[in-house]
């Protein structure tokens, strides 16, 4: 696939995560896809397409409204997209939700084979995580 049709499929992806759609966002990933989300968060890590599949609907739980991302800028080349974006949501705490983030997306065969998320961590632990942090020597 060429960089045209990678950078569709990445506002396909960003359209379905706009729209809750939790199956388009399971399926836009190969079966040996990841997800990266940086730092040290409780959830930061990486996933593999079933942990994926199993969390991405809990995203929902978390933002009963919806989250919407707004993309900025998209740059690709080769098998690789970046995409500058900021996210828009309420959180179940009431707490509003607003991150900025560069990500980016390596994909094969128009599937993303990894997904990597860098981000405001501290946004994440203050409103996702209701200020928790790690435990343990890693913290």
């Given amino acids: 696939m060429g960089v045209e049709d990678n950078v569709a499929v990445m506002r396909r992806f960003f359209a379905a995560m ?3 759609d939790v ?4 399926d836009s990933y190969a079966d040996d896809g990841r997800c990266v989300t940086m730092g040290g968060t409780l959830i930061s890590g990486s996933f593999d397409k079933q942990q994926v599949a199993m969390a991405a609907g ?3 739980e978390a933002f009963p409204e919806g989250v919407r991302f707004e993309i900025h800028e998209i740059t690709a080349q ?19 939700y607003n991150n900025k983030y560069h990500f980016l997306a390596r994909l094969r065969d128009g599937r ?5 998320e860098y981000c405001d961590t501290e946004q994440i632990t203050d409103v996702i995580c209701g200020g928790a942090r790690p435990q343990g020597p890693a913290a």
């Fill in 18 to 20: 706009n729209a809750g």
């Fill in 112 to 116: 993303i084979v990894e997904f990597k």
């Fill in 78 to 96: 080769d098998d690789r997209v970046a995409i500058e974006a900021e996210s828009f949501a309420r959180h179940v705490s009431g707490k509003d």
């Fill in 23 to 26: 199956a388009t966002i399971v």
């Fill in 58 to 60: 809990r995203i929902y």
